[in-house]
C-alpha cells in the first residue's frame, strides 16, 4: 500500500489556480514535518513547501506568494492551493516527509500532474 496518496492534478489555464491533497494510512501528519515537492520536465524533484507539525509553513523562492501548504490533523490530509500559475509549474506534484534534498526520500506515491497550459 502507498505510503501517500496525492490527488487534484488536471490541466489548468496560464493564471489559473489548482488545489492538490495528500493523505496516507501509515504516517500521522499532526506529528511530523510534511512537505510537498514537484518534478518538471527534465528536472530533478525539488522540494517547494513543508509545513511542520505546528503549522508553520515554509516556500521555496519559486512559489512563494502563489502557493500555500496546509493540513488538516482531523483528516489526515495536506493540501497545497496553487494560484497565478504559469508554465514553469507544469509538473507532477508528490508529499512526503520534508527533507532538503528529495533524493535522502523513499517511499513516493505515484504523484498527481498538473500541466499549465492554454
Known amino acids: 500500500q502507498a505510503w501517500f496518496v496525492e490527488s487534484g492534478g488536471g490541466k489548468a489555464q496560464p493564471g489559473g489556480s489548482q488545489s492538490l491533497s495528500c493523505t496516507s494510512s501509515?504516517?500521522?501528519?499532526?506529528?511530523?514535518?510534511m512537505a510537498w515537492y514537484r518534478q518538471r520536465p527534465g528536472h530533478e524533484r525539488e522540494l517547494i513547501a513543508h509545513?511542520?507539525?505546528?503549522?508553520?509553513?515554509t516556500y521555496t523562492h519559486s512559489v512563494q506568494g502563489r502557493f500555500s501548504i496546509s493540513k488538516d490533523n482531523a483528516g489526515n490530509t495536506v493540501y497545497l492551493q496553487m494560484n497565478s500559475l504559469n508554465s514553469e509549474d507544469t509538473a507532477t506534484y508528490y508529499c512526503?516527509?520534508?527533507?532538503?534534498?528529495?533524493?535522502?526520500?523513499?517511499?513516493w506515491g505515484q504523484g498527481t500532474l498538473v500541466i499549465v497550459s492554454s
Open positions: 501509515r504516517v500521522i501528519f499532526s506529528t511530523t514535518t
Open positions: 512526503n516527509y520534508y527533507s532538503d534534498n528529495a533524493r535522502y526520500l523513499s517511499n
Open positions: 509545513i511542520s507539525d505546528d503549522d508553520r509553513a
